[in-house]
């Protein structure tokens, strides 16, 4: 269902009006770029903790990002307050102005955090919600925290939503949306695609599809708390139960709602069972109490058994979808961390 968002706070700008795209992609990325270990700091005590813990198998990478037990938390209390889904207005001078005349015949939204058209390209951002919710308010300000990270706009993609729209309207429009860009003269390796939960799951299952029928892949993908599996075999779904914020059965409907039908253990709709090879590079966030956890690991292990380059991020102790906490006016640590290994990773595409 959707949820108000009254305009209490107003977000800082995300960085001096007129800076360079890249000026401002360096300043809003300190950390090393996914799997590399950077130092973290203890948000309670404010010194030095462990470090990342990186682990390298067979092409893939992964980094656990410590989180400390005050702010685990924090975070869980934002999450549950429903504090995120009342964010702070937008700076002024935001541009929300098309900057292209088309989206492929589905509505879209332009968040443009630094007024810099489509030069620096576009991120294309795929919003959660299990598939069935949206909510533009919150999605907005979703976008513009990823167009600042990332120094290039936002285009929001209002999908059609299950039930009403079953697999694959979802997926069709997220390919819709990208030829759109292609079609318009925006070159696929300036476009990066990020989406959280759901909707990492169909910017997954959009790339299955535009590979397959031989267009241009993106440069990057970044799907958060992905849900890979359809048929929802990993084992975090039974290790994790109770420790995340949503469980096994709540999950099971919302698939079901979705699939309407189809096979939960087929691709493009069930992303783990696809033919990964050729697929861009791919970051993926996710947390380390999640009961998709195993779907982010296994796809990170699948994608670089198929010589792709996966970079997995577990940040421990973290419930599904907490990077949601950079919705709020003053984002706790462990979103900024999520937002500048982000930005990091996107600047070492190009």
């Known amino acids: 269902m959707p949820f108000s968002a009254p305009s209490r706070a107003r977000i800082p700008a995300c960085a001096e009006k007129g800076a360079d795209p890249s000026e401002r992609r360096r300043r809003a990325a300190p950390a090393p770029a996914p799997g590399r270990a950077d130092t973290t700091t203890d948000t309670t005590t404010n010194t030095t903790a462990q470090r990342s813990r990186t682990i390298e198998t067979t092409g893939s990478t992964t980094t656990r990002i410590p989180v400390s037990g005050a702010e685990r938390t924090a975070v869980r209390d934002l999450l ?31 968040v443009d955090s630094g007024r810099t058209g489509i030069g620096p390209g576009v991120l294309v951002y795929v919003h959660g ?22 120094g290039r706009p936002a285009l929001r993609v209002d999908y059609r939503l299950a039930p009403r729209h079953p697999f694959p309207a979802a997926v069709e429009d997220v390919v819709a949306v990208y030829r759109s860009l292609l079609e318009q003269g925006v070159p696929a390796s300036r476009i990066l695609l990020v ?51 949503i469980g096994g059965a709540a999950a099971g409907h919302i698939v079901s709602q979705y699939l309407a039908g189809a096979a939960p253990d087929r691709a493009p709709q069930s992303p783990l069972y696809g033919d990964l ?23 990170a292990a699948a994608a670089a058994e198929a010589g792709v380059d996966a970079a997995l991020d577990v940040y421990e102790g973290m419930p599904h979808a907490f990077h949601a906490v950079v919705l709020v ?22």
């Open 277 to 299: 090879r050729g697929l861009p590079p791919l970051l993926l966030p996710t947390g380390g109490d999640e009961v998709f956890r195993d779907d982010a690991g296994r796809f």
């Open 129 to 150: 919600g299990g598939f069935e919710y949206a909510d533009p308010a919150t999605e907005r300000v979703m976008a513009y925290r990823l167009s600042c990270a990332t």
């Open 329 to 350: 006016e003053d984002v706790p640590r462990v979103g900024r961390t999520f937002l500048a290994r982000l930005a990091a990773w996107a600047d070492r595409l190009g």
């Open 195 to 245: 989406g959280e939960s759901a909707g990492a799951t169909l910017l997954l299952s959009a790339l299955l599809v535009l590979k397959d029928a031989g267009t241009e892949l993106p440069a990057g993908a970044v799907p958060v708390s992905a849900l890979t599996d359809l048929a929802m075999s990993g084992p975090s779904l039974t290790e994790n139960e109770g420790k995340d914020l």
């Open 80 to 110: 549950t307050s429903g504090a995120v889904f009342a964010p702070a207005a937008l700076p002024d001078g935001v541009g929300t102005e098309a900057l292209l005349p088309g989206t492929g015949g589905v509505p879209c939204e332009w």
